[in-house]
C-alpha cells in the first residue's frame, strides 16, 4: 500500500487543545446534542458517508494512503486517539460527521420504544434501511448517534430519516397512520396491506411496547412460530415483521 508521511500534517500532543477538546465532547451525549455532530470510525463508513464528513482523524502511526490525505486529515497522538475511540482494537482513523435533521416523515416507518441495547438498535437500524422504512421514530431509546450504534449499524444512520420523538408527540406526528404494534396474543401479520400510510412499533427488550402508545388505535402483530419461546431477541423479531409486512 502506498503511504504518504505525517510529517506535514497538523498533529495534536496535548489534551488542552481546543480541537481536541471540542473531538472529547463528541464521545457524550449531550456534546453530540449541542454540537449537531458525532464521531464514526473505520475507513468504509468514512469513505460511504463523505457528504457528510467535517473532518478526519488519524493516529500518529497510521498508514496514510493518497485518497486519505487529500482529505487534510489531523494526527493525534496514540494516546489522545486511543482516549476517543470505542474500539477495543482501534482502527487508527476517525471522523467528525454532521448529524444530519430530520425530514418530514415517510411510509412505511418504524416507531422504536425504548430500546436500549446498542447492539439490537443497530441491527434494527440496518434491516429498516435493507427494508425501505426509512423514516425511524425514536423514543427514549439509547442515543443512536452514539459510537458504538453507530458502528453495530454500518453508518446507516445517515441514510435515514431519524426523528426524535416522545410518547406525547407521537399521535400528531403520525396522525392518521396505521400502527402495527409487535406483542404478543395477536394475529398474524397481513400478506398484503391495503393501508399504505402504516409503521411498526417496537417496545423494549424488557418491557414491549409502552402503555401511552397501545392507547392509540392499533393493530397487534404476533410473529407465529412452530415452537413455543419465551420471546425473540427485538433485532430479529423487527427483520421478520418488516419483511412480513412490505410483502
Same mark, same amino acid.
Given at each position: 500500500?502506498?503511504?504518504?508521511?505525517?510529517?506535514?500534517?497538523?498533529?495534536?500532543?496535548?489534551? %488542552?487543545?481546543?480541537?481536541?477538546?471540542?473531538?472529547?465532547?463528541?464521545?457524550?451525549?449531550?456534546?453530540?446534542?449541542?454540537? +449537531?455532530?458525532?464521531? $464514526?470510525?473505520?475507513?468504509? &463508513?468514512? #469513505? %460511504?458517508?463523505?457528504?457528510?464528513?467535517?473532518?478526519?482523524?488519524?493516529?500518529?502511526? #497510521?498508514?496514510?494512503?493518497?485518497?486519505?490525505?487529500?482529505?487534510? =486529515? $489531523? @494526527?493525534?497522538?496514540?494516546?489522545?486517539?486511543?482516549?476517543?475511540?470505542?474500539?477495543?482494537?482501534?482502527?487508527?482513523?476517525?471522523?467528525? @460527521?454532521?448529524?444530519?435533521?430530520?425530514?418530514?416523515?415517510?411510509?412505511?416507518?418504524?416507531?422504536?420504544?425504548?430500546?436500549?441495547?446498542?447492539?439490537?438498535?443497530?441491527?434494527?437500524?440496518?434491516?429498516?434501511?435493507?427494508?425501505?422504512?426509512?423514516?425511524? $421514530? $425514536?423514543?427514549?431509546?439509547?442515543?443512536?448517534? +452514539?459510537?458504538? &450504534?453507530?458502528? +453495530? @449499524?454500518? /453508518?446507516?444512520? #445517515?441514510?435515514?430519516?431519524?426523528?426524535?420523538?416522545?410518547?406525547?408527540?407521537?399521535?400528531? !406526528?403520525?396522525?392518521?397512520?396505521?400502527?402495527?404494534? @409487535?406483542?404478543? /396474543? /395477536?394475529?398474524?401479520?397481513?400478506?398484503?396491506?391495503?393501508?399504505?400510510?402504516? /409503521? !411498526? &412499533?417496537?417496545?423494549?427488550?424488557?418491557?414491549?411496547?409502552? =402503555? %401511552?402508545?397501545?392507547?392509540?388505535?392499533?393493530?397487534?402483530?404476533?410473529?407465529?412460530?412452530? *415452537?413455543?419461546?419465551?420471546?425473540? *431477541?427485538?433485532?430479529?423479531?423487527?427483520?421478520?415483521?418488516?419483511?412480513?409486512?412490505?410483502?
Amino acid at each position: 500500500m502506498w503511504e504518504v508521511k505525517l510529517s506535514c500534517m497538523k498533529k495534536i500532543e496535548s489534551s %488542552e487543545n481546543q480541537i481536541f477538546k471540542s473531538l472529547k465532547k463528541l464521545t457524550t451525549k449531550k456534546g453530540r446534542r449541542e454540537l +449537531s455532530l458525532c464521531i $464514526i470510525e473505520g475507513e468504509k &463508513v468514512i #469513505f %460511504e458517508n463523505l457528504e457528510h464528513i467535517e473532518q478526519i482523524f488519524v493516529r500518529e502511526d #497510521f498508514q496514510i494512503t493518497p485518497n486519505i490525505r487529500d482529505l487534510d =486529515p $489531523i @494526527a493525534l497522538t496514540k494516546k489522545l486517539f486511543d482516549e476517543i475511540s470505542s474500539l477495543e482494537t482501534p482502527t487508527g482513523i476517525l471522523a467528525t @460527521a454532521q448529524i444530519p435533521k430530520p425530514t418530514e416523515l415517510t411510509y412505511p416507518f418504524l416507531v422504536l420504544d425504548n430500546i436500549q441495547d446498542t447492539g439490537n438498535m443497530g441491527t434494527l437500524l440496518r434491516t429498516a434501511c435493507a427494508f425501505g422504512f426509512n423514516s425511524i $421514530i $425514536i423514543i427514549d431509546c439509547v442515543d443512536i448517534w +452514539s459510537q458504538k &450504534v453507530l458502528r +453495530s @449499524a454500518m /453508518g446507516n444512520q #445517515f441514510r435515514l430519516n431519524i426523528i426524535d420523538s416522545s410518547h406525547d408527540e407521537l399521535k400528531s !406526528l403520525i396522525k392518521d397512520s396505521e400502527l402495527y404494534i @409487535a406483542d404478543l /396474543g /395477536g394475529s398474524s401479520p397481513p400478506t398484503e396491506l391495503d393501508f399504505a400510510n402504516f /409503521g !411498526l &412499533v417496537l417496545g423494549s427488550e424488557g418491557q414491549g411496547v409502552s =402503555p %401511552e402508545i397501545k392507547k392509540l388505535p392499533n393493530t397487534v402483530v404476533t410473529i407465529p412460530m412452530q *415452537n413455543k419461546v419465551e420471546s425473540l *431477541n427485538v433485532g430479529v423479531a423487527g427483520g421478520i415483521l418488516m419483511c412480513a409486512l412490505i410483502k
